[in-house]
């Protein structure tokens, strides 16, 4: 009877730790660092790539915190996790920076133009209406067949590392404090890791789809979408950084 019942409370909290990596997936700063990723792809597999790539990362860098800080006790200093933060800040603001630079590449009626003045050369931005953009060039369509994961590439793996590693400290603690064994502790912050990553691919796919469907023939609004998406990345990062520095 009562290993039926330790085995019902491992499984009770492991069902938990599931339940919470799904919620830990919807945090406002995961959420919007994985949208700006997903805001470069037009395919809704993609999309569904991104997270799970980030949930990748994410759950790495849990996983190898917590054995330091659960095996060798090892504690890991409030001012690092502080620091580990604001890299998270200004990591979501160099996002929306580059997704804004994409834009203004990508654009055929919005790019850098050059032209010299009074023999002084220089670079402004340069608009053009409806009707006489420049024509695309070959290499900006994307080909009918591709890896999705070469496509998507590491940037999703790393960011997702990186919010693992400024919210593992926190984590490991609480589960330290509250869970004796240390390899139940580890299966938990697995299972959470797993959780999480699940969450992420869910929230990327809802994410991708307005950018999948404005796809096919609605540039205009995909473009507007990327710059939605990059600008809000930027505000939110500085404003969090903020946060972060004043408390």
């Known amino acids: 009877m009562e290993a039926s019942l330790s085995s019902t409370g491992i499984l009770a909290l492991l069902g938990l730790g599931l339940v919470f990596g799904l919620k830990h997936a919807t945090e406002v700063d995961h959420v919007v660092a994985v949208t700006t990723l997903v805001s470069e792809h037009r395919s809704l597999w993609r999309s569904v790539v991104v997270g799970g ?26 001012p690092v996790t502080k620091w580990l933060e604001f890299g998270v800040a200004l990591m979501i603001v160099s996002l929306g920076v580059l997704a804004m630079t994409r834009v203004l590449r990508r654009r055929s009626d919005v790019h850098l133009h050059r032209h010299t003045h009074d023999g002084e ?3 402004h931005v340069h608009f053009h209406e409806h009707g006489t953009e420049h024509p695309s060039t070959p290499h900006s369509v994307s080909p009918t067949h591709s890896h ?28 330290l404090t509250q869970i ?3 390899w139940l502790a580890l299966l938990y912050l697995a299972v959470f890791g797993i959780g999480s990553t699940v969450g992420m691919m869910l929230m990327s796919g809802l994410i991708g789809l ?6 096919r023939r609605l540039n205009r609004v995909n473009y507007g979408l990327q710059t939605v998406a990059g600008s809000l990345s930027i505000m939110f990062g500085l404003w969090y950084a903020f946060q972060i520095g004043t408390r």
Not at 62 to 78: A, M
């Open 53 to 78: 790539l980030w949930g990748a990362g994410h759950t790495a860098s849990i996983v190898i915190v917590g054995v330091l800080v659960l095996v060798f006790r090892v504690t890991i200093p409030l």
């Open 121 to 123: 050369s220089h670079v």
């Open 148 to 175: 999705a994961i070469s496509k998507v590439g590491l940037k999703p793996l790393l960011v997702g590392a990186m919010h693992g590693l400024a919210g593992s400290a926190a984590l490991t603690l609480l589960v």
């Open 180 to 182: 004796q064994s240390v």
């Open 210 to 215: 307005p950018f999948t469907f404005s796809d």
